[in-house]
């Protein structure tokens, strides 16, 4: 079907979900919306969430999207169910997928989560992990200071160091040896995040497993794009057209030209 697929996320965490999603689908066309004025979702309340999220999935449904992405573990937590009541399309979330790669990857059972306040206070990842295998031994962590440090643009920095190590520091006697980056905006700090958890620990970015999903699902739906129709990437966010342009260039395998502003609280 020749429509494009929406994926949305609070800022620019998403694109690290959008940047698989080209490379596993390059027939798609993407349309993609940040929340950049409202971001960080994490640390607020699930109705806070689901009201953004509903008026996202509302402008989503004006571009004509043949399926719903939602590249943010927060609004995948939180929101997930209230979407798939209100939209006729269907809904991949980053969360399920996670929690699948992440019980695929771990040889001794123990697996730590990294996430938003709201995400780890929803004990979604555990819920998961354990429906899949009971005896998986979960130690998760709230880490709030990660998507400030992201969004502007500190991948790799004295500070970042700093807050990685305070945050990973419990975690050590638990002998992990999978963590799950459970929130978009962190394979952007994996480098840092890998060097303070050593060899030993695979680190497990949702993004592969969510586009493998989306891909899986397109699919049975008869949804896949046509082979060699047009391609178009089109982005929206709700604040700072420009510092996303480029952030997104720093990110995306394609070059960004524009990104047009919403008024999302319209929707
Ligand atoms: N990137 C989002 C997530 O995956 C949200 C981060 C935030 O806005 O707090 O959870």
């Not at 790799?156 to 963590?179: A, F």
């Amino acid at each position: 079907m020749n429509a494009p697929i929406g994926i949305f996320d609070s800022g620019v965490g998403g694109l690290t979900v959008a940047k698989e999603i080209m490379r596993q689908l390059p027939g798609e066309s993407l349309v993609y919306f940040g929340d950049t004025a409202r971001v960080p979702y994490g640390t607020k309340s699930k109705a806070t969430v689901c009201k953004y999220s509903r008026q996202i999935a509302r402008f989503l449904q004006t571009r004509k999207v043949k399926a719903i992405v939602i590249a943010c573990n927060t609004a995948s937590a939180l929101a997930r169910e209230e979407l798939e009541e209100m939209v006729d399309v269907p809904i991949v979330d980053v969360v399920r997928p996670g929690a699948k790669m992440a019980a695929e990857t771990t040889r001794n059972k123990k697996i730590g989560v990294l996430g938003t306040r709201s995400t780890i206070k929803s004990g979604i990842y555990e819920r998961y992990l354990h429906q899949i295998d009971a005896e998986i031994t979960v130690v998760s962590k709230a880490c709030p200071l990660f998507v400030p440090l992201v969004e502007e643009g500190l991948f790799e920095d004295r500070i970042t160091e700093d807050v990685v190590g305070r945050y990973l520091h419990d975690m050590k006697e638990y002998e992990i040896d999978s963590l799950v980056l459970g929130c978009t905006h962190y394979p952007l700090l994996r480098g840092v995040i890998g060097r303070e958890t050593g060899d030993g620990v695979r680190l497990v970015n949702p993004a592969y497993e969510t586009a493998k999903s989306l891909k899986e699902m397109l699919k049975e739906k008869e949804l896949l794009a046509p082979a060699g129709g047009e391609v178009t990437h089109d982005f929206f966010v709700s604040d700072g057209a420009d510092e996303f342009i480029s952030f997104a260039n720093s990110v995306l395998p394609r070059r960004v030209e524009n990104t047009s502003l919403v008024d999302i609280e319209a929707y």
